[in-house]
Nanobody
């Protein structure tokens, strides 16, 4: 498994931006797909976005398309989530995750998780 550590969360006003980072260790980062999930209060964990091992395949849920951007730097073992035009409904704990298949096709393929980081968007 992989050890994942998120950073960059916090409190922001609606319409603002945040960038989350996740540093991975313990497995060859460049072979894993990486993803971001979130869990809002009282709700289940939700897939947000994923990026394949090469960066060529990216997926987003509809509610964040055009506002969020996932990227990765394999030389730094880091995946990023740039979040723009944030809305109060984006408030959640955000989790970084790793998928050893390399493709990020299914939430069940992710086998390693970070501890989560809080993102709060005020109205």
């Amino acid at each position: 498994q992989v050890v994942l550590e998120e950073s960059g969360g916090g409190l922001v006003q609606a319409g603002g931006s945040l960038r989350l980072s996740c540093v991975a260790s313990g497995r060859t980062f460049s072979k894993d797909a990486m993803g971001w999930f979130r869990q809002a209060p009282g709700k289940g964990r939700e897939f947000v976005t994923s990026i394949s091992w090469s960066g060529a395949t990216i997926r987003y849920i509809d509610s964040v398309k055009g506002r969020f951007t996932i990227s990765r730097d394999n030389a730094k073992n880091t995946v990023y989530l740039q979040m723009n035009s944030l809305k109060p409904e984006d408030t959640a704990v955000y989790y970084c995750a790793a998928d050893p298949t390399g493709w990020g096709r299914a939430p069940t393929d992710f086998d390693s998780w970070g501890q989560g980081i809080q993102v709060t968007v005020s109205s």
